[in-house]
């Protein structure tokens, strides 16, 4: 089992940046892909991007692509999610999520349903 947490969340005008940490602990010693995803009122959880067990692979929605940037320290149990040109739109319930991965496959998943383990989300509100 694998406990992941989020921080970093809050409020910031169109324009800004923030960057959303995800800290695990728990049974880290096996290996996993992770992934941001987020959620607005009414609307379906949405993939942002994801990354692979050793950071060597990464990948973005392109509704962020180009703003969004994922990093992760295996050493620290951490994955980042830095986030810049924030628009009204991003504003959403962001979660953080793992997925086992065994066999360290170069690769992360864009659906939810992949990911064995979540957050309990952060809140980020963007202003116009």
């Known amino acids: 089992q694998v406990q992941l947490v989020e921080s970093g969340g809050g409020a910031v005008q169109a324009g800004g940046s923030l960057r959303l940490s995800c800290t695990a602990s728990?049974?880290?010693?096996?290996?996993?892909?992770m992934g941001w995803f987020r959620q607005a009122p009414e609307r379906e959880r949405e993939f942002l991007g994801g990354?692979?067990?050793?950071?060597?692979?990464?990948g973005y929605a392109d509704s962020v692509k180009g703003r969004f940037t994922i990093s992760r320290d295996n050493a620290k149990k951490t994955m980042s999610l830095q986030m810049d040109s924030l628009k009204p739109e991003d504003t959403a319930n962001y979660f953080c999520?793992?997925?086992?991965?065994?066999?360290?496959?170069?690769?992360?998943?864009?659906?939810?349903?992949?990911?064995?383990?979540w957050g309990q989300g952060t809140q980020v509100t963007v202003s116009s």
């Open positions: 990354v692979s067990w050793n950071g060597g692979t990464t």
């Open positions: 999520a793992a997925g086992d991965d065994p066999f360290k496959t170069d690769t992360y998943y864009d659906t939810p349903d992949a990911y064995d383990y």
């Open positions: 728990g049974d880290t010693r096996s290996f996993y892909f």
